[in-house]
């Protein structure tokens, strides 16, 4: 099996509960494209997995049609496909909680998960701020030669033919020459004290002083044993996913504060990658015994919370993630923030599975079930993660 978001065709949890709760069959895609904003998976709360309003006209409004009503969660749970079981409800006079049967839920996302798959477009991204060649080392350009090239990776999501998106810092009326174009104004990138644009820095000069800041930090952390040429390159791209999760974690059409100081998150989303790599390589050359194939996994066996909100928040939820900013980016929309935050939730709770769950257990027999499960686990955040990379143009770290 070819481990590489579930297929489009393929009804999403949010779309299954959305036709559920319908009294009606909803033929239009596009008003369930709607009212599945209404259903929320929750990553606060333990006892529930997802929440659902239970307001006619509140799923009337979202839909843009006046003829939805609702079924009892009683009916609605009868509805629902046998990968999506329902365990409890709580049901309160405007909203219902929901939590799934763990098993047939991870059964069903790693029997069908596949990377998201673009298609051949048309679409066209120019960056408008190329013909200002005097602006070109200042930051604001710098971000927007990086959403310009991320949203051209992007591109292939879209589904759009024969467009043209249209991307600088100057107002919408300078950008948009032909009334077809698609246009995206990117906020400037300012001093987080004075909120003024910043213009006495030049890219060079703040690539600089992050390089040395990520150089000492570095220094701490990595081991002393490392090659001079390998410590040199893990500070590159350390440095340069600091610059990019700091000009990108904010939508595009907003200012942009940039600190000069390590950006936190995309340090730690690369030094957990690491460990990744850390721990399939010590599958490979440990104690093993080959690993199992992935048909012949029970993943029902990956219970545990992290395990659980791994596969039921990120893994389940790539590939719709990518297919919605895509979708977006189709009406000029630019979303490659909601990719930044994903990853750094990713992260945040990979780190808490490291730390919690050991995957390289002792191979006893009982235990290689496990140890199988969780490794195909371990494999496919990696790949998650390298897709993501490459769209935000990030070189992994192999090694600290």
Not at 85 to 99: E, S
Not at 291 to 318: G, K, M, R
Request: charged share 25%; hydrophobic share 40%; net charge positive.
């Amino acid at each position: 099996m070819e481990v590489t978001g579930i297929h489009m065709h393929e009804m999403s949890l949010q779309e299954a509960v959305v036709r559920a709760f319908s009294s009606k069959d909803i033929a239009d895609q596009l008003v369930i494209d709607k009212l599945v904003k209404l259903v929320n998976k929750t990553q606060s709360r333990d006892d529930f997995d997802v929440t659902v309003p239970l307001n006619d006209s509140t799923w009337q409004k979202c839909g843009g049609v006046g003829d939805i009503q609702l079924l009892d969660h009683k009916s609605a749970s009868s509805k629902l496909p046998q990968h999506f079981q329902v365990k409890t409800w709580q049901v309160l006079p405007n909203r219902a909680f929901l939590t799934l049967e763990r098993g047939p839920f991870v059964n069903w996302v790693f029997k069908r998960f596949k990377l998201p798959r673009g298609s051949k477009t048309e679409m066209k991204v120019i960056n408008m701020e190329l013909e200002k060649a005097s602006n070109s080392t200042n930051l604001t350009s710098l971000r927007c030669s990086m959403v310009a090239q991320i949203a051209s990776n992007l591109s292939i999501f879209s589904g759009a033919h024969k467009s043209t998106l249209k991307i600088g810092s100057s107002d919408r009326k300078y950008l948009k020459v032909d009334e077809k174009d698609l246009t995206c104004q990117i906020g400037a990138v300012v001093h987080p004290d004075t909120k003024k644009k910043i213009v006495d820095r030049t890219v060079s000069q703040v690539y600089d002083t992050l390089f040395n800041i990520q150089k000492n930090i570095l220094m701490e952390r990595s081991n002393p044993d490392m090659k001079s040429d390998q410590f040199s390159a893990n500070d590159g791209h350390l440095t340069r996913a600091n610059l990019t999760f700091q000009l990108m974690n904010s939508n595009p059409a907003s200012s942009c504060l940039m600190k000069m100081e390590d950006c936190k998150e995309a340090s730690f989303l690369l030094y957990n990658y690491t460990r990744i790599i850390h721990i399939l390589r010590g599958f490979k050359n440990g104690p093993y015994p080959k690993l199992a194939e992935a048909e012949s996994i029970d993943w029902s066996i990956l219970d545990e919370n992290e395990e659980w909100t791994l596969i039921f928040s990120y893994v389940s939820e790539y590939s719709r993630l990518i297919q919605s900013i895509g979708s977006d980016l189709a009406q000029g929309k630019l979303a490659i923030h909601r990719l930044c935050q994903f990853l750094i939730g990713l992260s945040n709770t990979f780190s808490r599975f490291y730390n919690r769950l050991p995957v390289l257990k002792e191979p006893r027999p009982n235990l290689l079930p496990l140890i199988f499960a969780r490794i195909h686990l371990v494999q496919i955040v990696q790949k998650v993660l390298d897709h993501a990379f490459s769209l935000l143009q990030l070189e992994p770290v192999s090694n600290m």
